[in-house]
């Protein structure tokens, strides 16, 4: 069992920064990878990025590969979505999701990731 909390969301500028933050507790030597995904109204569920538990392995929607970093820190069971040059079109609820060994779940096409456990979401907002 995996719980997730992300943070980290708000009203930004366009061309401004913000850092989300996903905590991970509960059985996290479950976890595999986690990922970050988005919805905005009217819209179906966006991946974003996703990174290994190892941290050495990352992917990225092409729309956010030059400028979203996603991290972790092992330490402290949290991983990172740092954007920059924040656009109108980010705007959304981000979500993060863990990858957990032994349960199926929702595939992401061109990543080796089946996502089975969700946080509750964050809103970023994206204007001016």
């Known amino acids: 069992q995996v719980q997730l909390v992300e943070s980290g969301g708000g009203l930004v500028l366009p061309g401004g920064s913000l850092r989300l933050s996903c905590a991970a507790s509960g059985n996290i030597f479950s976890i595999n990878a986690v990922g970050w995904f988005r919805q905005s109204p009217g819209k179906e569920r966006e991946f974003v990025a996703g990174?290994?538990?190892?941290?050495?392995?990352?992917y990225y929607v092409a729309s956010v590969r030059d400028r979203f970093t996603i991290s972790r820190d092992n330490a402290k069971n949290t991983v990172y979505l740092q954007m920059r040059s924040l656009k109108s079109e980010d705007t959304a609820v981000y979500y993060c999701a863990a990858d957990v060994a032994s349960e199926s779940g929702t595939a992401v096409p061109g990543t080796p990731y089946a996502f089975d456990s969700w946080g509750q979401g964050t809103q970023v907002t994206v204007s001016s």
């Open positions: 990174i290994s538990s190892s941290g050495d392995a990352t």
